[in-house]
């Protein structure tokens, strides 16, 4: 069992930075490939960054060169460091995990937090 909480959302301005934190608790998470993904109003969830265990990553066409993603196997936390925000970004920001290789797709993902308000104003 791995439980997710995330921090670090908040209220930013266009051409802004944030950095999200994933915190993960239970046996496995450097066993565990680890997703972000959004859900903006009124939209579907989509899918953000991943790492896989071994910390090669990969992104979103929206969010290329903008944001990225690490972890801290000793901490047991992730992180989604985005820069230069735009109001389009604003989300619920949620990370995920998973066994085995890192996906873009949010059904392979075993667990789930609770996810993390991001506003970026214009």
């Known amino acids: 069992q791995v439980q997710l909480v995330e921090s670090g959302g908040g209220l930013v301005q266009a051409g802004g930075s944030l950095r999200l934190s994933c915190a993960a608790s239970g046996r496995t998470f450097s066993g565990n490939a680890m997703g972000w993904f959004r859900q903006a109003p009124g939209k579907e969830r989509e899918f953000v960054a991943a790492i896989s265990l071994s910390g090669g990553s990969t992104y979103a066409d929206s969010v290329k060169g903008r944001f990225t993603i690490s972890r801290d196997n000793a901490k047991k936390t992730v992180y989604l460091q985005m820069n230069s925000l735009k109001p389009e970004d604003t989300a619920v920001y949620y990370c995920?995990?998973?066994?085995?290789?890192?996906?873009?797709?949010?059904?392979?993902?075993?667990?789930w937090g609770q996810g993390t308000q991001v506003t970026v104003s214009s």
């Open positions: 995920a995990s998973k066994r085995g290789g890192a996906t873009m797709t949010a059904e392979r993902y075993d667990y």
